[in-house]
């Protein structure tokens, strides 16, 4: 597509439970990157792929975390037994490798 | 590993006069290195970028970056400041020889007085 689109645009989901973010990159994107911005916060990286590589888990906050890509496309990332503090914006972004990532508009998750 | 400094986590500047947003940075490659802007609830826009070539880079509304090797930095500026550039601006450096992910610096917030 002519962006990276992310969906939903918001959630509002229970503590205890389950939320899967979606992220659809640009088309021929081969890297692709997860962040969590919390409120007034900047950018905390999560996870990100790069083709059919290893993806680097070494952002993620703990084992209730998880995200998958299919191939160089849709990727989801996947909070378990959801806490009031996963409340933030999850951004998705997509580049070619070496070139500039753009961004999604991000997904505003609450935890009530 | 790749990290990103803003000194300041608030700039202001009144309306008109030039504006200097700074980044400093640590790679073990080459740096690719970029500036984001991210206005109340919208995503990052990509402003400029610097891989190779000229240090002195124009990018998207007027702003530019030099960039300089021997101090590591990779300053924001504008001539002119609008009021409309008030915003969050997020640094950003990728490891050019490592192919590493983006690290982004913890974002400086622009407020341009009229």
């Known amino acids: 597509g002519a962006g990276v689109s992310q969906s939903p645009s918001n959630k509002v989901t229970e503590k205890g439970k389950d939320v899967e973010l979606r992220c659809d990159p640009i088309?021929?994107?081969?890297?692709l990157y997860w962040y969590r911005q919390r409120l007034g916060q900047g950018l905390e990286f999560l996870i990100y792929?790069?083709?059919?590589?290893?993806?680097?888990k070494s952002g993620l906050p703990s084992d209730r975390f998880s995200a998958e890509r299919t191939g160089e496309s849709v990727s989801t990332l996947t909070i378990q037994r959801t806490q009031q503090e996963d409340s933030a914006v999850y951004l998705c972004?997509?580049?070619?490798?070496?070139?500039?990532?753009?961004f999604g508009s991000g997904t505003r998750l609450t935890v009530v | 590993a790749q990290s990103v400094a803003q000194p300041e986590d608030q700039v202001n500047v009144a309306e008109g006069n030039p504006l200097t947003v700074k980044c400093t940075y640590s790679?073990?490659?080459?740096?690719?290195l970029f500036w984001y802007v991210q206005y109340p609830n919208r995503g990052l826009q990509f402003l400029l970028k610097?891989?190779?070539?000229?240090?002195l880079v124009k990018g998207s509304y007027g702003f530019e970056a030099e960039f300089n090797k021997s101090q590591t930095s990779f300053h924001l500026k504008k001539p002119s400041a609008l009021v409309s550039d008030s915003a969050l601006y997020f640094c950003?450096?990728?490891?050019?020889?490592?192919?590493?992910?983006?690290?982004f610096g913890p974002g400086t917030r622009l407020s341009v007085l009229p």
């Open positions: 950003a450096v990728r490891d050019g020889d490592y192919g590493q992910n983006f690290v």
């Open positions: 610097y891989i190779t070539g000229d240090n």
């Open positions: 792929f790069q083709g059919n590589s290893a993806p680097d």
């Open positions: 088309s021929g994107h081969t890297a």
């Open positions: 790679v073990s490659g080459n740096p690719y």
């Open positions: 972004a997509s580049s070619l490798a070496f070139h500039t990532a753009t």
